[in-house]
């Protein structure tokens, strides 16, 4: 099995078909597929073999799909790597994988130079623009100069096909191991809830050079499906594109969707074609929902998921009546067990940890035992995330288990302040932290962005607490930011707020 055979299954049961639009260039099934098979001859002529690594280090682009699958073709790992981080963690990502190539674009050439000199195994540096300086490998000509021929390698489904280095949010990086058949599974997952139609036209924001982008383009492959794909968010272009090419579904993080709601003319474009507003990634506050649903007169269906899942958990049933606060039903083939501390599993409406089973869970994390038998632990992933199971098997996330507050024994779940603050008619954002105190161990801490042009103080948001709050959940301190850190999806890093402002 290898998962590179998507590609080919879907030219011979759908043809020739414009599959994808990108910076006004139509791109068919047929030509990326060409361009892809050339490119895998040409990593294999670098000396690229079975169970080297190849990182990417890449915005949205055509190139990143040719990238992934010529990986999988030779039996390589694909290792995406988000292009924001600094030269100094990409040294750790790449020291840690011992990675042989890398594919980029000029713009990151300084950083990978950088981490090329402190990385011996990185030999080659393939850049992936139109023009790329002289001297350096190019992704267009070692396409145009090998043949669009390959016999793929015929690999093991349990072979790792993927190693995506998480982001962090948690402690140092740690590379999740992904087999073929893990994302064969989690894309059959989604299509199975998700209902994506041939030919249906989707438009992609997120990035494609992350396990969600793999699976997106891996369900693509089987469905038949287009799209049209933006280099990076920006919301306007994203209302543009929806408009111009009768986009029908997006996936995309909290953070998006408050931006288009703050574009002042976000009335002006037709966004009629679409039914199917995704949100993953972080849960969307509860107000903000409600703000955008009743503008755009759609329904927003929430997911979860992460990347040892590969990345999908679950996703909301299309056409089913809102459930406030769920993210809706566990895939089909996959299991979600609500724990406590010791493992049992939980009653129903019980928070406790929630834990998966099922095909789509990882191999494991790359030269880390320990770590890996903690995360898979008696047969189940474990999230680090609570949640809890309605009578209808819905799931709800309450918290990451790290990020729960305690305050002299009783716990707090910042999302329950969060979904309460975010009424303030001056807030834009917010996230709730521990504070350490001497007395209580810890408080609540509000760190606030307020909505473009308005003012915002901090006594403002500890008085709109104490109106709207009960008194164990209300903020004993708040910060008004510019802005909250975040990794590349968008996600808020509560661990940075905490080291900036919790101590």
Known sequence: MNIAELAVKNIEKFGEYESLIFNENTYTNVELHNKTLSLAHGLVKLGVKHGDRVGMVMANCPEVMHSFGACFMTGAWAMPVVFVLTAEQMIYIFKDSEAE??????????????????????????L????????????????????????MVDCDPEDVALLMYTSGTTGRPKGVMLSHNNLYSNALQTIKRDTIQPMEMGLGVLPLNHSYGVITSLAGNISGSRGVMLPWFAAEEVLKLIEKHKVVNIAMVPTMYIQILNLPNHKDYDTGSMNRWICSASPLPLEMRKRFEETFNCTI????????????????????????????????????????EDGKNLPQGEVGEICVRG????????????????????????????GYLDEDGYLYITERIKDLIIRGGVNIFPKDIEETLIRHPKIAEVAVVAKKDPVYGEEVLAVVVPNPGDELTEQEV??????????FQ????????????????????????????GQ
């Open 359 to 386: 095909p789509n869970v990882m191999k494991g994390y790359y030269k880390m035992s320990e770590e890996t038998a903690e995360m898979l632990r008696g047969g189940w992933l474990h999230t680090g995330d609570a």
């Open 474 to 501: 209300k903020p004993k301190t708040a910060v008004v930011a510019d802005s909250l850190p975040k990794n590349p999806l968008g996600k808020v890093l509560k661990r940075k707020l905490r080291e900036m402002y």
């Open 101 to 126: 190539v890398v594919v980029t674009h000029a713009i990151f050439l300084d950083k990978m130079l950088e981490v090329q000199k402190q990385v011996p195994t990185l030999k080659h540096i393939i």
């Open 462 to 471: 500890l008085e709109y607490g104490e109106e709207h709050l009960p008194k």
């Open 301 to 340: 269906i929430e997911g979860y998921g992460l990347t040892e899942a590969s990345p999908a958990v679950a996703l909301y049933p299309i056409g089913e009546p809102y459930r406030p606060g769920s993210v809706g039903l566990p895939l089909p083939d996959l299991e979600v067990s609500i724990q406590d």
């Open 128 to 151: 992936a623009d139109e023009n790329p300086p002289e001297n350096y490998l190019s992704i267009k000509k070692i396409i145009a100069e090998n043949p669009p021929e390959f016999e």
